[in-house]
């Protein structure tokens, strides 16, 4: 399975680090994201001191009413009535206590550090070739690097970009 990473989004002075480290980690992409700045400057500081990732952006933008068909189909509807309510009041913090840990495990894989790499490939293992973790900066490398050999090593399409 492919695993990518994403860029600091706040902070354009963190991403030369952040790149080099996600790299050493093994990572096999890195990501930005358009939501908040411009996606491709990070991606150009990046570059400069990267030489085996892949880079790109991404997009995920959730509206909470754009999801009022998925969570009908979980049994969820009313939730995603109550989510959009709370968008629209601004309690964006408070939003994420309101999904259910078992409507959670639905979407995502969700497990200790330890425990982790056999939840996503139980999960999503055949299901998808490549998987977005991100990790506290404060995660140590080892523990990073360890986590994303075990995540490339699940069974999936992918196996690798073409060298150039």
């Known amino acids: 399975m492919r695993v990518e990473t994403s860029l600091p989004l706040g902070n354009w002075r963190g991403v030369a680090d952040a790149a080099r480290r996600a790299e050493a980690a093994g990572f096999d ?11 491709f400057a990070p991606l150009a500081l990046a570059a400069t001191v990267t030489e085996r990732v892949r880079l790109g952006t991404a997009i995920a933008v959730c509206f909470p009413r754009s999801y009022h068909g998925v969570l009908e189909a979980h049994g969820a509807e009313d939730l995603g009535h109550k989510l959009h309510a709370m968008s629209k009041a601004g309690r ?51 523990q990073v690097a360890e986590l994303v050999a075990d995540l490339e090593a699940i069974p999936a399409a992918f196996r690798s970009f073409p060298r150039g």
């Open 92 to 142: 964006w913090s408070e939003m994420a206590a309101e999904v259910p840990d078992d409507l959670l495990r639905e979407f995502a894989a969700a497990a200790p550090y330890e425990g982790l790499a056999a939840a996503v490939r139980e999960r999503f293992g055949g299901l998808t070739d490549a998987i977005t973790v991100d990790f506290p900066p404060s995660t140590p490398a080892g």
């Open 29 to 39: 992409g890195l990501r930005t994201y358009e939501i908040a700045n411009d996606p």
